[in-house]
């Protein structure tokens, strides 16, 4: 994964955004989930040593609270595409965030984030993938 210990802004504590804060702490990473529901940070595993924030991930005072000026990474995994790709752009654009990452579920949002070196992770085209690799021998 990485070399060296970097700090994280997961939006989003999803089943997604909670088993990735585990995943990537447990590496060693600083990571930081901002959810606007306190409730769903009950679905971080056992394995999270991170921090956690409730607030709206679009609020400029709540990202700053989580250290987005200092990140290497930011993934946006909210379930609203909308709000993960605006908050991708603001990574980008205003907070010049080395690697992002934005979670969509529509394909055709794609064209928002285009040509600013935002890496899209697209569930449904991910499990597609997924039944065809473990389907070849069948069909």
């Known amino acids: 994964m990485w070399n060296r210990r970097k700090t994280v802004i997961i939006a989003g504590c999803s089943r997604f955004g909670a088993s990735l804060a585990g ?11 901002v959810e606007k529901d306190g409730g769903a940070f009950r679905k971080l595993p056992a394995n999270f040593s991170g921090f956690q924030i409730v607030g709206n991930v679009l609020d400029p005072d709540v990202l700053e609270e989580a250290g987005i000026w200092k ?9 609203d595409d909308n709000v993960n790709c605006m908050l991708a752009q603001m990574a980008r654009r205003i907070y010049d965030v080395e690697e992002v990452f934005v979670r969509l579920n529509d394909t ?5 984030i285009g ?7 697209y569930p449904a085209r991910l499990s597609v993938e997924k039944f065809w690799e473990l389907s070849s021998t069948v069909l």
């Open 108 to 112: 055709d949002k794609e064209h928002l």
């Open 115 to 121: 040509g600013l070196n935002i890496r899209a992770i």
């Open 23 to 33: 995943e990537v702490s447990e590496h060693g990473n600083n990571v930081i989930v």
């Open 71 to 79: 990140a290497s990474v930011v993934v946006a995994a909210t379930n």
